[in-house]
C-alpha cells in the first residue's frame, strides 16, 4: 500500500481543525461566545483572526492567477487593499468596539444597526440582515470553488466530488464551535498562509536561477505575449487603476472583519492587533504577487511544465508548490490553500447564521429563545447556508476572483459608508442609514448591466450610499436619545485612548 505525503499532510491539517472545533465546543456557553467569542480575543488572535478571515482563498489562487496573465497592473489590488485595511483598523476597528458595546452590546451588525440608530429598527434589521445574506452566499460560493479546485487538482476526483470534500471539514468545525472554533483555526491558518506565500516565490526565484534569469525569462514571456508584465500601468487606464485600488474601500463594511473588531478584549488590544495584522498583510499580499509575477518567469523558462497548469491560471501556486518542493513540504504549503478557504469560509458561514438566528429567528419568531436553543439553530442554519452557497458553486466553470469582487463590492458599498458615519457623525439618521444602504446595494447590483461601464462597481456604489446617508440624514432627526448615547460611547473611546 503507497502512501501519498500531500494526502497525509491534508488528512493531518483537517483532524486538527476539527479537534480544535470539539475544544471551542467545549468552550461554548451560550449563543454571545458561540456568535462573538464572549468578547475575549487577544491582540494576535484578532489580528492573525481578522488577517485570515479576509484573505479568503481568492489570495492564493485569484490574485497570483491575475498577476500571472496580466503583470503587475493587477498589483493595484494589493495596493488598495492595504490602505483600506489600514485605515479601517486605525479608524473604525476601537470606534466600533466600543460602539457596538454602548449600543445593547450589539453581537451583528443589523442588531447594531438596530440599537444605533432608534427608528425603523425591524427595517433595519431586516434591510442589513438582507443584504449580509445575499451578498455572502455569493461570498461563500468562491471558497468553495476555491476548495474544489485544491481538492480536484490534488486528488485527481471530479469537481462535484472535490466540491463537497473541501467544504465538508470547514462545516463540520464552524457547526461545533462556531466563533471561537472560527478564531483559533485562523491562528494557525494565518501562520501556515504566511509561510507559503514568503517560501513559494523565493523557490521560484531560486529555480529560475537569480535575478537576471528571472528578469531576461519574463521579457522573453512578454515578447512572446505582446505584452509588458513589469508596468504597472501596462494594458489598463485610469478607470481600470482606480477599480483595482478601489478594493481597499471594501474593507469598512465587511461583516467578518468588522466582527473581529467587536470581538476584541478592549480598545488597548486593538493597537496592537493593527501592527501585527498589517505587517501579516503587507507580507501575504507580497508574496501572492511575487508568485504571480515569478510565475511568468518560471513557466517561460520550463515551457515543457506549463501543463501543470491544466489551462487555468488560478491553479499557479498550486502548480509551482507541487513542481518545487519536497512531497511532504508542499503538503504542508497546498494546507495553507485549504488553510485560506476554511479561515474565510467559515466566518462567512457564522455571519451568515447569525444574521438568520439574531436578526430573523430571535427578532420575530422566539424572542424570549433560550441560550442553548439560539446555539442550535445557529449551527442549523450554518448548514442551511452552507448547502445554498454549496449549489452556487456547483458551475465547475466559475471564477473564484469574480465571485469575490461581486460580494466584496456588495458590502463595501452598502455597509462601508454607515459604519464610517456611524460611528463619526452623531446626528446620523435612521432614515439615512436605510436609504444608504439600499442605493449602495443597488447600484452594485445594477450598475453594470445598465451603465456597461468596466468601472467597479464599489465605486459608485459607496459613493451613492454616502451622499444618500448625509442628504437623508440632514432632512430628518434622530431618534431621541441617539445622540447622547453616541456622545458617551465616544468619549468612552477618547478616555481608553489616551
Not at 178 to 185: H, K, N, Y
Not at 389 to 413: H, T
Request: charged share 10%; net charge neutral; with cysteine.
Amino acid at each position: 500500500m503507497s502512501f501519498n505525503p500531500i494526502h497525509i499532510t491534508f488528512s493531518i491539517y483537517i483532524i486538527a481543525v476539527i479537534l480544535i472545533g470539539l475544544a471551542a465546543y467545549f468552550a461554548t456557553k451560550n449563543f454571545d461566545d458561540y456568535i462573538l467569542g464572549g468578547r475575549s480575543l487577544g491582540s494576535f488572535v484578532t489580528a492573525m483572526s481578522a488577517g485570515a478571515s479576509d484573505m479568503s482563498g481568492w489570495l492564493l489562487l485569484g490574485l497570483p492567477g491575475a498577476i500571472y496573465v496580466y503583470g503587475l497592473s493587477k498589483a493595484w489590488i494589493a495596493i488598495g487593499l492595504i490602505v483600506g485595511a489600514y485605515f479601517n483598523w486605525l479608524l473604525v476597528a476601537g470606534r466600533l468596539r466600543v460602539h457596538t458595546e454602548y449600543n445593547n452590546n450589539a453581537l451583528t451588525l443589523p442588531e447594531y444597526f438596530f440599537h444605533r440608530f432608534g427608528q425603523y429598527g425591524i427595517l433595519i434589521k431586516v434591510v442589513s440582515a438582507a443584504i449580509i445574506l445575499f451578498f455572502f452566499t455569493i461570498y461563500c460560493a468562491s471558497g468553495i470553488v476555491a476548495g474544489a479546485r485544491l481538492f480536484q487538482s490534488l486528488f485527481a476526483v471530479d469537481y462535484v466530488t472535490a466540491m463537497w470534500l473541501g467544504a465538508g471539514a470547514t462545516i463540520i468545525y464552524t457547526f461545533i464551535g462556531g466563533f471561537l472554533a472560527v478564531s483559533w483555526t485562523d491562528t494557525l491558518q494565518a501562520t501556515l498562509m504566511f509561510f507559503a506565500l514568503i517560501l513559494t516565490p523565493i523557490m521560484v526565484y531560486l529555480a529560475v536561477g537569480g535575478a537576471d534569469e528571472v528578469n531576461t525569462a519574463i521579457q522573453a514571456a512578454a515578447a512572446t505575449a505582446g505584452k509588458e508584465y513589469s508596468n504597472l500601468i501596462y494594458g489598463t487606464s485610469f478607470v481600470g487603476v482606480v477599480s483595482a485600488a478601489a478594493w481597499g474601500l471594501g474593507y469598512f463594511g465587511q461583516p467578518h472583519i468588522l466582527a473581529r473588531f467587536m470581538a476584541s478584549s478592549s480598545v488597548q488590544s486593538l493597537k496592537k492587533a493593527r501592527r501585527i495584522g498589517m505587517t501579516w498583510m503587507i507580507l501575504c499580499l507580497a508574496g501572492a504577487v511575487a508568485v504571480g509575477y515569478y510565475g511568468i518567469a518560471y513557466f517561460g523558462h520550463y515551457q515543457n511544465q506549463i501543463n501543470m497548469l491544466g489551462g487555468d491560471p488560478e491553479r499557479i501556486f498550486i502548480a509551482l508548490a507541487t513542481l518545487l518542493f519536497n512531497p511532504w513540504i508542499a503538503g504542508v504549503i497546498l494546507s495553507a490553500i485549504l488553510a485560506a478557504v476554511m479561515s474565510t469560509l467559515s466566518c462567512q458561514l457564522l455571519v451568515c447564521s447569525s444574521a438568520i438566528t439574531e436578526d430573523f429567528y430571535k427578532g420575530f419568531l422566539r424572542p424570549n429563545a433560550e441560550q442553548s436553543e439560539l446555539v442550535w439553530i445557529g449551527r442549523f442554519m450554518v448548514l442551511a447556508v452552507a448547502v445554498v452557497a454549496i449549489l452556487i458553486a456547483s458551475d465547475p466553470k466559475s471564477r473564484v476572483l469574480v465571485l469575490v469582487e461581486y460580494a466584496w463590492a456588495g458590502f463595501g458599498a452598502a455597509f462601508g459608508p454607515v459604519v464610517i458615519f456611524s460611528v463619526f457623525w452623531k446626528r446620523m439618521t435612521a432614515a439615512g442609514a436605510l436609504a444608504g444602504m439600499l442605493l449602495g446595494a443597488l447600484v452594485v447590483v445594477f450598475w453594470k448591466p445598465i451603465t456597461g461601464s468596466s468601472l467597479y462597481e464599489i465605486v459608485p456604489g459607496f459613493i451613492a450610499c454616502a451622499i444618500a446617508i448625509v442628504v437623508v440624514s440632514l432632512l430628518t432627526k434622530p431618534a431621541q436619545g441617539i445622540e447622547k448615547r453616541f456622545e458617551e460611547a465616544d468619549e468612552a473611546f477618547q478616555r481608553m485612548q489616551k
